[in-house]
């Protein structure tokens, strides 16, 4: 949706659609944490993951949980450590207690004594060695639900199913975000261009058409008399000498005889 599109929105559609975006990412991001935690890093570094069944670890790992198991040699286990052992020595069953006591059996093998936190007393059998399948990695609580729901040939075909729907989500989410903002920056760029000399906006041709013509440059004024000895008028040059001839028209004799200085 573009910029324009948006802004005709009214505020309560414009903060659904804000809040459906938000949750939407916040469960994307979720989702692949979860897939990551539960599915990815356990096959990358050998681990397993298990379902807890039963309170007896409870408050720290209640019923659905899921617990991811790394192998762990026997040796270096202590006690406080949370393990996974076979109930019987080659058999399927499995349980997750902790250590509340490390020591030898008669033939020297270690043996392990341990409690479920929710448990008044430890477990009737030590744990030996070969019935310890590794120690708690990390737990991610509830997950495991999904796991007792699926058995493994379906566990498997709805990791394929979800994994290509978050990458094909996350794609979409991606090229939309893109396809928008490069959407806004072009409404943007046109705007500018029609504001600031655009040849058909609005604004350029009324202002070209109220501008008033080019006047012609005036004329020089004209300067009477004649040039100067430097070529240029001298300002009452004529007048002066209009005044000096007048002067000797006055002083001429009307009869036409000329003075006597005149005829020396």
Known sequence: MTGKAMSTLSPARRTVRYIGLAVSSIVLAMVIVIAFAAIIVPRAFGATPLTVLSSSMEPHYPVGTLVIIRPVAPDDLQVGDVITYQLESGKPAVATHRVVEKGLRADGELQFVTKGDNNNVADAEPVREVQIRGKLW????????VS?????????????????????YGAWLVISGLRDRARRQSGRGRDREGAVGDPASPSVASTAATDPPDRAEPEPYPVRGAPGP???????????????????????????????NARQ
């Open 138 to 145: 990390y737990a991610v609580p509830y997950v495991g639900y």
């Open 148 to 168: 007792t729901w699926l058995d493994p040939s379906s566990r498997g075909a709805l990791v394929t199913i979800a994994a290509v729907a978050l990458l094909a």
């Open 230 to 260: 430097t070529g240029a008028a001298q300002p009452g040059d004529a007048e002066a000498g209009a005044a000096h001839s007048g002067n000797a028209d006055s002083a001429a004799p009307t009869s036409g005889t000329a003075p006597a």
